[in-house]
C-alpha cells in the first residue's frame, strides 16, 4: 500500500492525475490559498462549471472538469473552519477525503492528489489534521485496490515533515 500513497512537496496545480482536490469554500465560488491558485491555473471556464454545481456543505465534494490544469477533474472538498476542535471538526475533515473517494469511484478515477484541505485560511492544525488525512487515505487504499495513486502535496517543507512524521507514527 506505500508504494501507491506518496507525500511531495510541491504545487498541486503542476500535477498530472485523473483529479486534483481543491480546498474550496461552499460556495464553491473561488478564493485565495490553493484554490485561487487552482482557479488561475485551469482558467475561467471552472469558475463557470462552478456556478452550474451551486452550493457544496461542509464535509462534501463536488466534480468537475480540470480545463488548463494537467489534471482531467478538479474535485471541489469543503474542510471546516476551525472553532476550536470541539465542534465536529475532525469528523467533517475526514468526510471530505471519504468524498472524494467515493466520487473517484463513481467516475472510475485512478490517481488522485490532495492539499493539506483546512490547514491553511481556516485554521485547522495541520498536526491534527494529517493523521486524519492519513487515515482516511489508508483506509481507501486497503479497501480500493483500483486506486492506483495517493499524492498528498505539501506547500511547505515544514508542512511535509509533520505529514512524513504522521505517516511513521
Ligand atoms: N499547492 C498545494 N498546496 C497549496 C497551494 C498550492 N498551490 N497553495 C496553498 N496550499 P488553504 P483551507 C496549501 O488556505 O484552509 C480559500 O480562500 C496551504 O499552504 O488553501 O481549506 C477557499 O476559497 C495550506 O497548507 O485552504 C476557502 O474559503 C493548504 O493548501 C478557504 O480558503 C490549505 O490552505 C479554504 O481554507
Known amino acids: 500500500m506505500t508504494e501507491r500513497l506518496e507525500l511531495i512537496q510541491g504545487d498541486i496545480t503542476r500535477i498530472a492525475a485523473d483529479a486534483i482536490v481543491n480546498a474550496a469554500n461552499s460556495g464553491l465560488s473561488g478564493g485565495g490559498g490553493v484554490d485561487g491558485a487552482i482557479h ?3 482558467g475561467p471556464e471552472l469558475l463557470a462549471e462552478c456556478r452550474t454545481v451551486g452550493r457544496c456543505p461542509t464535509g462534501e465534494a463536488r ?3 480540470g480545463y488548463r490544469l494537467p489534471a482531467a477533474h478538479v474535485i471541489h472538498a ?3 473552519s476551525w472553532w ?3 465542534r465536529g471538526e475532525d469528523e467533517l475533515l475526514a468526510s471530505c477525503y471519504r468524498s472524494t473517494f467515493a466520487l473517484m469511484e463513481q467516475h472510475g478515477l485512478r490517481t488522485v492528489a490532495f492539499p493539506a484541505i483546512s490547514t491553511g485560511a481556516y485554521g485547522f492544525p495541520i498536526e491534527r489534521a494529517a493523521p ?3 487515515r482516511e487515505i489508508r483506509a481507501a487504499l486497503a ?3 483500483e486506486l492506483e495513486r495517493v499524492t498528498v502535496v505539501l506547500f511547505s517543507e515544514q508542512d511535509l515533515k ?3 512524521r504522521a505517516l511513521g507514527a
Do not use: H
Request: no cysteine; hydrophobic share 40%.
Open 132 to 134: 486524519i488525512a492519513l
Open 63 to 65: 466534480i468537475t472538469r
Open 162 to 164: 509533520v505529514y512524513q
Open 143 to 145: 479497501r480500493r485496490p
Open 40 to 42: 488561475r491555473a485551469a
Open 78 to 80: 469543503v474542510g471546516p
Open 84 to 86: 476550536g476542535g470541539d
